[in-house]
């Protein structure tokens, strides 16, 4: 158990509407990872971070900013949810202090549904 | 540049073992595989670097081909509890280093009956 918790688990909106998810963690890691997830496609990487204040843009960051302004803390924003951003969205941290060779640890996952 | 696994699916009675395939068509500085089950999230199963170091899991092993940028997964005498979706995760090489994050593929759907 890593320590990790995602709000809210689930969350049905509708299309326009802003939407944040919160990503928490208790152990105070480094690198945190925001991923979506869609049949046939498996696991995408949006953002990431690597300290406070510091983010970086993954493979689908059109549509989603992030911050991170807590060590513990790290928010996905919708700024304006669309129905293809419908997904499950996971949250994840590295243990170990850099970004390589070290495994992630996932959250329980967000389901959000854009109507 | 997502890694491609193989196969799709597989069905297995309890015991029989299997192979799952991860391939990149990049150079690649470590392969990391997670099993998911059905409405959880991905697990950590092991990681396989450059050089040959592994880190994982006791029941299941790897493999990590660097020169054909190939792994593959090998699970032996399954259980029940080995049923749910493998994914493979690639860490590309750039420029002498790592890319850093975690390409995964699309994942293998591995179903044990009993």
């Known amino acids: 158990d890593a320590g990790i918790t995602q709000s809210p688990r689930h969350k049905v909106t509708e299309t326009g509407t802003p939407v944040t998810l919160r990503c928490h963690q208790t152990?105070?890691?480094?690198?945190m990872y925001w991923y979506r997830q869609d049949p046939g496609h498996g696991l995408r990487l949006i953002h990431y971070?690597?300290?406070?204040?510091?983010?970086d843009k993954g493979e689908v960051s059109d549509g989603y900013s992030v911050s991170r302004s807590k060590t513990e803390d790290f928010l996905l924003t919708l700024e304006s949810a669309t129905s293809s951003q419908t997904s499950v969205y996971f949250c994840?941290?590295?243990?170990?202090?850099?970004?390589?060779?070290?495994?992630?640890?996932f959250g329980p996952g967000t389901r959000l549904t854009v109507l | 540049q997502q890694p491609v696994q193989s196969p799709q699916a597989v069905i297995l009675r309890e015991g029989e073992d299997a192979v799952i395939n991860c391939s990149s068509s990049?150079?690649?500085?470590?392969v990391h595989w997670y099993r998911q089950k059905h409405g959880e999230a991905p697990v950590f199963l092991m990681i396989?670097?450059?050089?040959?170091e592994q880190k994982g899991h006791e029941k299941i092993s790897a493999s990590f081909n660097e020169k054909k940028q190939q792994s593959s997964l090998y699970l032996t005498a399954s259980q029940l509890s080995y049923s749910g979706t493998y994914f493979c995760?690639?860490?590309?090489?750039?420029?002498?280093?790592?890319?850093?994050?975690?390409?995964f593929g699309k994942g293998t759907k591995l179903s044990v009956k009993p």
């Open positions: 994840a941290i590295s243990k170990t202090g850099t970004r390589h060779y070290n495994e992630q640890f």
């Open positions: 152990e105070n890691h480094r690198y």
């Open positions: 971070s690597y300290g406070v204040k510091d983010t």
């Open positions: 990049k150079a690649l500085y470590s």
């Open positions: 396989l670097l450059k050089g040959g």
């Open positions: 995760g690639t860490e590309e090489t750039v420029g002498g280093g790592s890319q850093g994050n975690l390409i």
